[in-house]
């Protein structure tokens, strides 16, 4: 089992910057790939961005170029930092990691981009 715990959601204007963190407990040498989703007001949950034990990034067009996910293996710790928030960034970012076919998801912290 992997726990994981996420942190430093929050309320930033148009154009700031926020980072959220994740970090995982447990069996975490399972894990094969960790990542960021979100959930936005009736909407389905998409993924943002996923980083692989090899170095290997997927990042989604929507946050390319302002989102950049990276991962302190030491810490079990996975991050997400986040520049020229738009309003439509507001969601739910839930960290994800994944063991083959298994996933595994924290409670997930708020972002609001709001003036």
């Known amino acids: 089992q992997v726990q994981l715990v996420e942190s430093g959601g929050g309320l930033v204007q148009p154009g700031g910057s926020l980072r959220v963190s994740c970090a995982a407990s447990?069996?975490?040498?399972?894990?094969?790939?960790m990542g960021w989703y979100r959930q936005a007001p009736g909407k389905q949950r998409e993924l943002v961005a996923e980083l692989t034990n090899g170095g290997i990034t997927n990042i989604a067009n929507s946050v390319k170029g302002r989102f950049t996910i990276s991962r302190d293996n030491a810490k079990n710790t996975v991050y997400l930092q986040m520049n020229s928030l738009k309003p439509e960034d507001t969601a739910v970012y839930y960290c994800?990691?994944?063991?083959?076919?298994?996933?595994?998801w924290g409670k997930g912290t708020l972002v609001t981009v709001s003036s």
């Open positions: 994800n990691a994944k063991y083959y076919d298994v996933n595994y």
């Open positions: 447990g069996s975490t040498f399972s894990i094969i790939v």
